[in-house]
């Protein structure tokens, strides 16, 4: 709103406000103003004082004997007035004491003031904290600029500023109207916004306590579904475990009855192998016999060709006997095969029962 109003305010009411670089056009204002500078340069000296007796030594050259000395004896002065505050009684010292320490302190001032340019190097030489004397001297210059702006404004310039300031607080006083119009508006636009906000708080409320409804319902379901599954593991951790006992019952019974079998296999091989022995020497005795009758008998072409014949009587049995073995080793790789296929038979029933009862 500020824009506006400064948009339609008079230029030359305007120009009444601005700041602007003003100068004495009398000998009494350049006297008015002469006396609050010094005043305010005095103010800023006298701040600055404790700190440079302080460091005295550092800031002696800078000051010449004359200053440096009017310090020191200002800093004694300033030490007595410390003791004789501490001391109760004596009023009369005090008050004298103190008219010592004014008159030091306008000596030393008068010295500051009559050399302007150490003034304004002492100011940026030295450094001192904040204090209430700041605010004071802050003060006091602005009185000065207001004292000035005083002087150099004359009776119609006064009155266009007092019609302008009227003005301004007529319009100030609209726009607090205004303002308090909108405020209301914006309260009243809070307050349902508030209300929205506490009717959807409520909603979420709701729902929070829905959600933690369903949440213990769906808590206790999965709960007993867990009950009903360890039950039914237990079961069928029963149902296998019999049934493994019982396949191990027959694995047992498969593996006497294979053993059995192998113990009349070997019997039998055994037996064969007696035979083949047999059947070697006979065969071996014949061939002796044969070579004793056919040297009597002399008759080489018929011995080979009796010899060729046993040769292949002998071929024919080894023939025979190595078929018998063939015949017994297929009995056996039968018999292993049926065990095993038995075995694995029983275990996929087993396999399928269970994937059915999982189904279910």
């Known amino acids: 709103m500020a824009t506006p109003e400064k948009a339609a305010t008079p230029v030359g009411a305007m120009r009444v406000l601005e700041p602007r670089q003003l100068k004495p056009d009398s000998t009494e204002t350049e006297r008015i103003l002469t006396v609050l500078d ?91 904290k904040a204090s209430p004397a700041d605010v004071f001297i802050k ?44 405020q209301a508006e914006l309260a009243a636009a809070i307050q349902t916004r508030k209300e929205e906000m506490d009717r959807k708080d409520k909603m979420i409320e709701d729902l929070k306590t829905t959600m933690e409804d369903l949440a213990k319902d769906r808590k206790a379901e999965i709960q007993q579904m867990k009950k009903e599954g360890e039950k039914q593991q237990e079961e069928e951790v029963k149902a296998a475990q019999g049934r493994c006992a019982r396949l191990q019952e027959d694995v047992q019974r498969l593996q006497v009855q294979f053993s059995a079998l192998v113990q009349e296999h070997r019997a039998s091989e ?11 020497v006979e065969i071996e005795n014949w061939i002796q016999k044969y070579d004793t009758d056919m040297a009597e008998k002399q008759e080489y072409s018929q011995i080979e060709e009796e010899r060729k014949m046993l040769k292949q009587k002998e071929e024919e049995e080894l023939q025979e006997q190595a078929r018998r073995n063939r015949a017994a080793t297929r009995i056996q790789a039968t018999w292993r095969g049926y065990v095993v296929r038995a075995f694995f038979k029983a275990k996929l029933k087993k396999a399928k029962a269970k994937g059915k009862g999982g189904k279910k």
């Not at 009684?89 to 030393?108: D, V, W």
């Open 270 to 280: 055994l037996l064969l192998r007696k035979r083949k022995c047999r059947a070697e």
């Open 139 to 182: 003060a006091f210059a602005e009185f000065r600029d207001f004292m000035l702006e005083k002087l150099l404004t004359s009776p119609a310039e006064e009155r266009e500023k007092i019609r302008f300031v009227e003005e301004m607080s007529l319009k100030a006083e609209q726009n607090t109207e205004a303002i308090a119009a909108l």
């Open 38 to 128: 010094e005043t305010i340069t005095k103010l800023e000296m006298t701040r600055l004082i404790p700190r440079i007796t302080g460091s005295l030594e550092r800031f002696a050259r800078m000051l010449g004997p004359e200053i440096t000395a009017s310090l020191l004896k200002h800093q004694k002065l300033s030490n007595e007035m410390q003791h004789l505050l501490a001391s109760p009684g004596a009023e009369e010292t005090l008050r004298a004491g103190e008219q010592r320490l004014k008159c030091s302190l306008r000596h030393i001032l008068r010295l500051f003031l009559a050399n302007p340019l150490l003034c304004q190097g002492l100011k940026y030489q030295v450094q001192v």
